[in-house]
């Protein structure tokens, strides 16, 4: 038994409320958005170039790459680009028969040399790691990612290896599903010194999973205000504070007790860390509101941020920091689709319910 | 500093991928929508019948009832409707001036009289119960729902009661801010005999907080399969399972531990009662998606389904319960704003947050 | 590197404090207590009647029912008593070679024979329900228990039953560690009507893991009073209220949230079901207080109670129940010792700390 | 109606279990225990040094310090012990009328002078920070401790400083209850260098609250392994890990997620930090058992170790915590009684289940 169409996003709200109740219209106010389940990737022209991205230093996931990157660059005629850092390992100079393909490898430095417009697809194997890494690279426009485990799935990882070939090869030829991994856009605004000389520019960094404030090395709790759309909303007390999209739901925020949201959920999700309160419980707020972050009148330390991990830097007083969600997600290939893929993640990756079944007491 | 115009919807993503990668368009699955940030209540005609919802037996409400209907009667000029129940509170009888106001007002009775498009704006005074009520009266269009408090601000009712003269006039010029609280649409489904002649035609109940499946009166843990699409998700061992919408995040949901969520969030929250297994977290699932809820097969006594705390009726083995989110929200009128609401009552009915703050130690 | 006898017991703590502090000497309230880590059963005079308790309706475990109890009678020459409903199962009554031990058992019926004085030994076959149904057979001094599961390790069944007949022997020769389970005694005092005619006596029923108040089968919050030894210390408004020994604290009380203690805690835990305030943490207790439930005085309904799942019955306005630790604890002995037990049964049972180990993020 | 003695101590269990069984008496591990619920501060000679702690650089302490000061000097002829940094304070320097008892003042510097056997008493003045101080002092036997709070109640500090002279007076009578918290003894023991000439010796703490490891400044996970005499219990992949008292259950452990145990309960409690496991939920231990902490042979980064938020240091591989409990307690006089100032602590310092009570739906 069906009633509507398969859909992720609930269908439109009638906007007649009894016999004379009506929204105002505001067109200026109005988006077209498509349905997330049938969000399907498409080539606008056949893609050429693909990065290849590859945990260093992991000994296991050498034969895998290798074969991979001989298979794009010999079978497939495709410019493949790989991180220098990836050729300078040991490990691999020491590997056989790879100087073939090794020859024909585009090669960058994450940092200096610019991706932008090169790159038509991105091929990650080994771990959610690199998808992070993939994400740090373009802080614009990602192209479509494919994500390899190699070994247990993981959250943004959902491919397995075996029989790559045939996986890329429908992937390449546009069948595939696609969850728009929401990021979130995070500003840094330095106070301005007093003299107004000092001004410095905002630094800018897009977020897959998280952005986290916490005190850093200071024995001492944090003091961290919380505004929403320029409104005070409360002060924390505790170890720090998360900001996350749906995709960080289910990393950093649910160790510290958040509940976890599915990445195709437009929203933000807000979650302290060891609060001093016993009913600070995370929230869950709209994906459009903006929020502000900034050292409370009182707090006697800095307060250190990170993204997704990295870039960990101090905030003082008078600095801010302002976070929402970004027009650039990560397009994420589904291995099946994007429920499926999510709850099986789930259940490999935190044992979501996972449990003995009790029997029944007589 | 603002990068963008105020909005909760997050900005539209940007659906080119690099150079080559876009969203296969699938106009079908496009729907517009307004942003949420935007909805304000309209008339498309002057509204001149009133439906005043009054918590019964409470004392306390009865002057603030009278004085509300005597204005809307005698001054506005409305029809106003109320329940035959509030009419035969003894308490009412014995109140001195009613009887000019009495005479002139409709009267209706739950479950039995139908008040399809017979009414233009509804006013509740008293409590969540109020606007829980006003949603099982309206099992499709809901008309513009007023909500005043009395005593101490509720999630539902935002409104003080002092000087409700300007603020009942202030919304009838058109003056307000919405918030459209999804519901969810509960279809218990009946199993049908083996001749096939016993068809139960299927129940269909909106709720706006939550729809409840627990062990009722039996020792045992109930034992519930949970599908979503079609798919078998998980299967939860425990007292039970809370499937609510954003507005009843805050309610069941959140003493089982949800987090909580801002009701103009398009999602589900699915939240197990206190489960055997230490790592079934609360999860978050777009607003779209339809769950079935079942008995798994091994399962030793039935389950007891409620609706908003209503209707509560066994189902046994081989009975469903479908769930999505439905077309009709129910308009709920905000006293500031969506955002301001939401966390004024955090703070005041859940002390979200709410610490003594601990001096630093020397 | 050791500091101290390996020990269960906090050290006594030095009673000087500074040069001119002491603690008062009070000799009424001193009490010697055997360090748990040393209990070990002993058998003042060679046990010879062994109560068997089987899981009744479970196929999988008659033949080990069978076995055991042939070996005992005819290899142990044992006094075998059994539930006569164990007889009565049809599944027995159609077993082959049964009769010639059947003839040798003693029968009694729960609740109508006493087995006061009558068991020096008691075997357990089949799951944590065998063990809570030995504890209500005896609501005084309990007979040392050993208990079997069949299939997965409970947290109260350590033993398998392959090579039952050498671990048996081992017991009965008294090489055993043993975990003295506190148990909670529960009286319930009914009103007394108010022309004193109708005084009831109390009730008082001991539970090894807990004693459970809650709203039943209605729909509202449950208004619950605690009191500390006589003194009033919160309200409890949710679905109710588990106090709970340590060995209970795995059971229902872990489902609702709480804390996981190790049977040789001498504590009571309290902790509330899906409470409506987001502060309400579970507590740990000191075992000697005396704790007093009762209905509030603004409660609308009966309060349900149930001791280790069982004797529900409606507790109303001016009836109490009291809790605290019994001098009968439920004597279990141990597979390896208290400490061993008990971790793999967290692991085993809960899946506690189990989980996919990350790698890390490169 | 009450059927014993108010006790904290749990009755005695019966130690013959049915007609045979016994607990085998091994009198080297029996111990003999006073009830903490009759334990009350003697004088064993009128106590004539007191040490007053106070709270550094906060104004509003100043002036009940002087009269306390004060009073101690020149009404009650004791000799005073200040610590040297709390007179090198500028705001008291400027204050008027102190040097008359200034003069007569004995200091001392912490870390640098031994105040065993010196000290009769102390009192502290603002906040919990100051009996970690007075814990921090007193490495083995610590005088018995007054606390006054300055402003609202600590978990650590119950006393009003109104009227102080008289409840001074009480406890130098000999009239108070003592709650005796419990410390943990904390031995670092670092890897010996291979050749064994650089053996180093392991360094004792105590702490009152808990012991913490942690990441430190690391972005990647804890990996630590923890040991429970001798067994390998568990490992911990998230930010750290917390080993705490009954009176540290309420500082960090409790916003880390652990239930909160009344300090009399003889116990240890290990609370995991953001743990990357969701069922790695807080266990509490006996009191006599011997933890041990060490990295896990896995682990990339050193763990950093603070003991109650000081001295702070890195673990390295090889490097190992040994954790007891000491047979130091702090003896901390209560204001009332040990049951009523915790649950008093509790709800002014958590808020601890405080609510608005919510009206009945109808």
């Known amino acids: 038994m069906r009633w509507r169409t398969r859909s992720l996003n609930a269908p439109s709200p009638i906007q007649q409320f009894g016999p004379c109740g009506r929204i105002m219209k505001n067109s200026a106010m109005v988006m077209q958005i498509q349905d997330p389940a049938s969000q399907r990737l498409t080539w606008y022209k056949p893609p050429l170039t693909v990065l290849v991205i590859k945990k260093v230093h992991d000994a296991t996931i050498l034969v895998p790459f290798v074969q991979l990157v001989h298979w794009l660059v010999h079978d497939k005629s495709m410019v493949v680009f790989v991180e220098a850092a990836v050729l300078d390992d040991t490990l691999l100079k020491e590997y056989g028969d790879f100087s073939s393909v090794r020859e024909r490898l585009m090669t960058f430095r994450a940092g200096t040399d610019d991706l932008t417009d090169k790159i038509d697809f991105i091929i990650c194997l080994g771990g959610d790691g690199t998808l992070l890494h993939a994400s740090s690279l373009f802080q614009q426009s990602v192209p479509p990612v494919m994500a390899f485990h190699l070994g247990s799935l993981g959250f943004l990882t959902p491919f397995e290896f075996n029989n790559f070939q045939d996986q890329v090869m429908n992937v390449l030829e546009g069948h595939a599903a696609l969850t728009l991994r929401s990021r979130l856009q995070c500003v ?66 649910v160790a510290a007790g958040a509940s976890m949201i599915h990445p195709s959920v437009p929203a933000i999700m807000v979650t302290p860390i060891c609060p001093h309160s016993l009913s600070f419980r995370p929230i869950v707020v709209p994906a459009g509101v903006e929020l502000k972050i900034a050292l409370s009148p009182d707090a006697r330390n800095a307060m250190w941020v990170s993204f997704d991990g990295r870039n960990r830097q101090a905030l003082q007083h008078g600095d801010s920091l302002y976070v929402t969600t970004s027009v650039y997600p990560v397009p994420s290939i589904c291995a099946q689709d994007q429920i499926s893929d999510w709850f099986d993640s789930l259940g490999e990756c935190l044992h979501w319910n996972v449990r003995k079944k009790q029997k029944q007491i007589d």
Request: without cysteine; aromatic residues 4%; charged residues 25%.
């Open 188 to 253: 840094v605004l330095r106070k301005t010194t007093e003299d107004g000389k000092d001004k410095k520019k905002p630094t800018t960094i897009l977020v897959l999973n998280e952005v986290v404030v916490d005190r850093g090395p200071s024995p001492y709790l944090s003091n961290i205000d919380l505004f929403l759309d320029g409104k005070h909303i409360t002060s924390v007390q505790g170890d720090g504070l998360i900001v996350s999209t749906p995709t960080g739901s289910t990393a950093y925020a």
